[in-house]
């Protein structure tokens, strides 16, 4: 094979064709609706409808599919009792909230009469029921570390509430204001879909084995994890409150650029920054950092200054580095005011990202074609293993 056949990281390889997402610049695009237009005039649960069902929905229709979601809501009691019985790792730090999500989702393939079945109607009755369940999930595991009871388990939280809403109040115990589940219904809009990512490739390889959904979905989720993926958006969070802890609360800009410059001399990666498809910017990070903003003036002065601080340094990466911020740079300032703990920022990404993953996976699994790219092999030489 040739040196030039070879692209580090796939970089702007086309290693497939979709009809769920178009990501080009300047435009994001699912199934035919661009970004603004669904974060504007579409709810999450019509996004999900989109997303999963393949066009925009009836009232009729919506209603039946909220229908269907709400009802798989609550989550067995062996999934509580590991959630109940894992706390003491979380607390220890041996586990992380995305690590609980994963192994949850596992117990939920196992009790899954439809697990082992990969036709269209079994994956679509198995993404809606992983809709329903990874929230209850998150807040349930949210509940036990905090120690407080758990939210309605018979219900998995307030059947009148949105999945945005009932998010928040899962985790909380407490109903969230209409702004609050406003800004969150459109972060997980925005967090839904987003073509040949990391996590949505591994889904596909995995499903491309004709292995099953939740498999997919357990494989995916751990590529979110990762701090260069879906796990910036803690990342980005922890280290805006890094540079406060150094700074102080004044944002002296100042210290501001002091530390913006050690950053650069030690080539540290900023995370929320930076992005392998939008060079110029992506669409989503002035939405998110918009409603944000809104958010944070309301709660009071020091998150209107966080904001200011993320401003700051948004502003000294675009001057100094021409790198813009992608949408987790927002997200960890937005959830932050919202008084999400941190470590369950990604498990949140899941919440929406499911039903990107999970149109894939019923699209590899509709026309299928094993994903097996081959290596250059650069080890060492043959040699005898007797010699
Ligand atoms: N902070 C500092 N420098 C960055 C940067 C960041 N967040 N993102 C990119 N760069 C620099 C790289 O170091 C590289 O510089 P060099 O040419 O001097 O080596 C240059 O910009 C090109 O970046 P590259 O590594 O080729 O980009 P990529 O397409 O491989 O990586 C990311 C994309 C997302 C992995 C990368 O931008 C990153 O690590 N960002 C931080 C994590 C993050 O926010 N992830 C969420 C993505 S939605």
Redesign the pocket.
Known sequence: MSEATITR?L?GVIAGETAVCSVEQGQLIYRGYEIHDLAENATFEETAFLLLEGHKPTPDQLRRFTDEVIAERPISQSVINFLRDVRPNLKAGTAVPMDVLRTGVSILAHEDKDCQDNSPAANLRKSKRLLAKIPTIIGHMQTFLDGRDLVDPKTGGDPKLTHAANLLYLMTGEKPTAEAAHVMDVSLILYAEHDYNASTFTSRVIAGTLSDLHGAVTGAIAALKG????G?NE??MEMLAEIRKDIGPANQPDKINAWMDNAFTT??????????VYKNG?HRAPILHGLGRQLAAQKGDSYVKLFELGEHVQKI?LDK?N?HP????PCGMTYFTMGIPVPQYTPIFVASRITGWAAHIMEQHANNRLIRPIAKYVGPAITPWNK
């Open positions: 990281g970089e701090p260069l993926h879906g910036a990342a980005a080539k540290r990666k900023l995370m929320g920054f930076g992005h392998r992506d990466m580095k790198i992608n949408v987790d740079f």
